[in-house]
């Protein structure tokens, strides 16, 4: 934790396009992102527009564009819509699929060090995630989840560029506080075997 500072922030979240987005230093890529999640947001929270109606209409309407488009361009000897061949390739396919098996064994890893190796620090770990997901989701819709996160993202890693020198200071305080109470934590549990095993002897 004392190595605060030597990754920028910028570089910390990929150094592409995202971070530049991220961070503001894409202005107008920001002002987009934000105003299209907050029209979303209206459009299908506050204004009860249902989703599925929206995306069904909205492509009823290119398809039929495109169509007459297409028919008239024939007829009138002008160019055809400009639709590029969308193609997906291999390697896209081959890097998304790395990525999802990097994600399923974690989770099977997981699973298994609950239910075969019986590690109780796991099971305190995902039971308390899980449950507090089930607890801040149970106060908003999921397509509010998802716009407080897309104003989080856009929020908070320009804040903590901004101020990263003050929040490291109070981070490193925060992380020793974390290990205490993780070393005390460890103690507890490792008490919890040994006296299970006194039991059964």
């Known amino acids: ?14 150094a592409g396009a995202v971070a530049d987005i991220l961070l503001w230093k894409n ?11 907050t029209v979303f947001w209206f459009l299908f929270e506050r204004g009860g527009y249902n ?15 495109l169509f007459f488009w297409a028919k008239s361009a024939t007829l009138l000897n002008r160019p055809l819509p400009p ?3 969308l193609d997906i390739s291999e390697e896209s396919v081959l890097i998304a699929a790395d990525e999802m098996q990097v994600w399923i064994n974690h989770a099977f890893s997981v699973a298994h060090d609950i239910a ?18 089930s607890y801040v989701g149970s106060f908003f819709n999921f397509l509010t989840l998802v716009y407080i996160g897309i104003l989080l993202s856009l929020s908070i890693p320009f804040l903590y560029d901004k101020f ?7 981070l490193v305080i ?3 506080i974390t290990n205490f109470i993780s070393r005390k934590a460890n103690v507890i549990l490792q008490m919890i075997p040994s006296t299970h095993k006194q039991k059964t002897q």
Do not use: C
């Open 51 to 65: 989703i599925v109606a929206f995306v069904a209409n909205n492509l009823l309407l290119l398809v039929v564009i």
């Open 1 to 14: 934790m004392g190595d605060f500072g030597r990754t920028s922030v910028h570089n910390a979240l990929g």
């Open 83 to 85: 639709i590029p061949e």
């Open 164 to 170: 990263q020198a003050q929040v490291d200071s109070k």
């Open 116 to 133: 075969v190796s019986g590690n109780l620090k796991t099971l305190i770990a995902v039971v308390s995630s899980l449950w507090l997901i």
């Open 174 to 176: 925060v992380h020793k």
């Open 27 to 37: 202005v107008y890529g920001g002002v987009v992102v934000l105003i299209v999640s």
